[in-house]
């Protein structure tokens, strides 16, 4: 059956190959990587441009929480009309109810800002000065990002 000479292979512990070494890495992995870095860096600058864009946004809600005459809540509105509107257009509202008419708050505080520019007494109540900041803190939230 067996010819002389002939020996049987080892079946129990066959020979395997070496194992697959992990380095060094095809090039393939070096370009994917690149890519990756890459697309991650101008994700992160456009976050970057992103978030100095919205430096107005931030310094007009911290603004929103500080005490306030009616004159000095109006010139707060029109710094934050003048991020959103031509200069040219901002510029030519001369009474507060032409600037207010663009800002999203109930028609009592509309009329109340109005009456109490450039008095004497120009000072808000707290319950109005509360429902103010909700409104023009809503209002900054809903517009646009520039």
């Keep these: 059956?067996?010819?002389k000479g002939f020996s049987v292979p080892e079946l129990i512990n066959p020979a395997l190959p070496q194992s697959i070494s992990w380095l060094?890495?095809?090039p393939g992995w070096f370009v994917s990587g690149g890519l990756l870095l890459i697309a991650l860096l101008i994700f992160l600058l456009f976050r970057l441009a992103r978030w100095r864009r919205n430096l107005?946004?931030?310094e007009a809600l911290a603004a929103l929480q500080q005490p306030?005459?009616?004159?000095s809540w109006l010139e707060l509105i029109k710094r934050i009309l003048l991020m959103h509107q031509p200069r040219t257009?901002?510029?030519h509202?001369?009474?507060p109810e032409q600037l207010l008419q663009q800002v999203e708050i109930d028609h009592d505080l509309r009329q109340q800002l109005s009456d109490k520019y450039c008095r004497p007494d120009n000072?808000?109540?707290a319950s109005q000065v509360a429902r103010l900041q909700s409104q023009?803190?809503?209002w900054l939230e809903k517009l646009p990002y520039v």
Excluded: F, G, I
């Design 1 to 3: 059956m067996l010819e």
């Design 24 to 26: 060094p890495l095809p």
């Design 93 to 95: 509202t001369l009474s």
């Design 123 to 125: 000072q808000l109540d």
């Design 68 to 71: 306030h005459s009616v004159d």
């Design 56 to 58: 107005w946004r931030r």
């Design 89 to 91: 257009l901002v510029s």
């Design 136 to 138: 023009l803190k809503n």
